[in-house]
């Protein structure tokens, strides 16, 4: 079992940066992958980055590839979630998710992760 806890949301201004945590609950953190989403008003939530249980790869969504930075601390079992460059388009409740590095399902599969936060909104202005 994982508990996620996200926190890092604000309201910035365009162009500006925030940087979103996922802390998790228990000792194995770093058999986890996680998985950033995104949800905006209206709209579907959608895959955002996705990071290995070791650390040692990633995904990223085309829309956020180049602003975006993904990284994890197991020693603190959290991940992190840099945001830069922000566009009011980034406007979400940003979702981080869990599943086993058992897991072989697609990464951007949301039905593949069987542990989520509570969410953490970000609001970008212009």
């Known amino acids: 079992q994982v508990q996620l806890v996200e926190s890092g949301g604000d309201l910035v201004q365009a162009g500006g940066s925030l940087r979103l945590s996922c802390a998790a609950s228990?000792?194995?953190?770093?058999?986890?992958?996680v998985g950033w989403f995104r949800q905006a008003p209206g709209k579907e939530r959608e895959f955002v980055v996705f990071i290995f249980a070791s650390g040692g790869g990633t995904y990223y969504a085309d829309s956020v590839k180049g602003r975006f930075t993904v990284s994890r601390e197991n020693a603190k079992s959290t991940v992190y979630l840099q945001l830069n460059s922000l566009k009011p388009q980034d406007t979400a409740v940003y979702y981080c998710a869990a599943k086993p590095m058992s897991s072989s399902s697609y990464y951007a599969n949301e039905d593949s992760y069987p542990y989520w936060g509570q969410g953490t909104q970000v609001t970008v202005s212009s």
């Open positions: 228990g000792r194995t953190f770093n058999r986890y992958h």
